[in-house]
């Protein structure tokens, strides 16, 4: 390997490491929702050079994390409703494509993993323990994906999970919704034991495509909370 080539991996590797370092610290609120990101600080925090940190602003912007604004800089992007109504379809046609070939894919020992994750799943609904119940959500749609084994599939869900991760979505705090997602996942798993492609994608699609629903419910609620806080002032400042 010549010098060049290894001066190019190091390069391609700092950048990379940057990357995951601002992904880091904005799915932990570090960096939030429409913050400036400022060069010059995080060039002194990880001591680096602009390079590879434009490099890896790059990388984000790509990924829809981060938007850039000629003569202003980058930004943390935000994330709208109207993103969400526009992801959310495509992710439950990816979703469920991948619930139709992991039906088609699973293997004796792939039923049998995805049998503990539901128990675990099931164990964390009825003690109405939200934080593990993601953590086996998340874990189950992973197994989902890997068994499916498309990894066109996989890169894709992957990009658009990054932009939904930056809404912070908290979907399962919406009344009655924690029991559903439980009712929608095992007709899941219930259709690829079963090796029912279309009825697996199918349950699938309806699972994510209830979690936008009850994300469009909680928005509704915020918004009665803030209008019923509101009113009392108002009234007051008209009285004055």
């Known amino acids: 390997m010549t010098q060049a080539h290894r001066m190019t991996g190091r390069v391609n590797s700092l950048h990379d490491q940057v990357a995951q370092q601002l992904r880091d610290q904005i799915f932990a609120g570090q960096l939030l929702p429409g913050a400036f990101v400022d060069e010059t600080r995080l060039c ?12 890896a602003l790059k990388v984000l912007a790509a990924e829809g994390l981060i938007r850039h604004e000629p003569r202003r800089g980058s930004f ?28 088609l894919q699973a ?7 995805l049998d503990s994750l539901h128990q ?11 934080p593990d119940y ?81 994300l469009r419910q909680l928005a509704r609620q915020s918004k009665s909370r803030i209008a019923a806080a509101s009113t009392p002032q108002e009234k007051q400042g008209d009285s004055t």
């Not at 293997?107 to 993993?113: G, P």
């Open 120 to 130: 675990q799943l099931q164990a964390s609904a009825s003690q109405g323990h939200i």
């Open 44 to 55: 002194e925090q990880l001591a680096i050079s602009r390079t590879p940190l434009r490099e």
């Open 107 to 113: 293997s004796d020992a792939d039923i049998a993993v």
């Open 134 to 214: 993601y953590t086996a959500n998340y874990a189950i749609h992973e197994a989902v994906i890997a068994i499916a084994g498309n990894k066109w599939l996989a890169q894709v869900i992957g990009d658009l999970r990054k932009i939904l991760k930056l809404a912070r979505l908290q979907q399962l705090n919406a009344p009655g919704r924690l029991a559903q997602s439980l009712v929608e996942h095992m007709a899941i798993f219930a259709a690829i034991k079963a090796h029912d492609a279309a009825g697996a994608d199918a349950a699938m699609r309806t699972h994510l495509t209830r979690q936008r629903e009850a």
């Open 76 to 103: 943390v992007n935000e994330v709208t409703e109207q993103d969400l109504d526009d992801i959310f379809p495509v992710i439950a046609l990816l979703e469920g494509r991948c619930a139709f070939e992991a039906a």
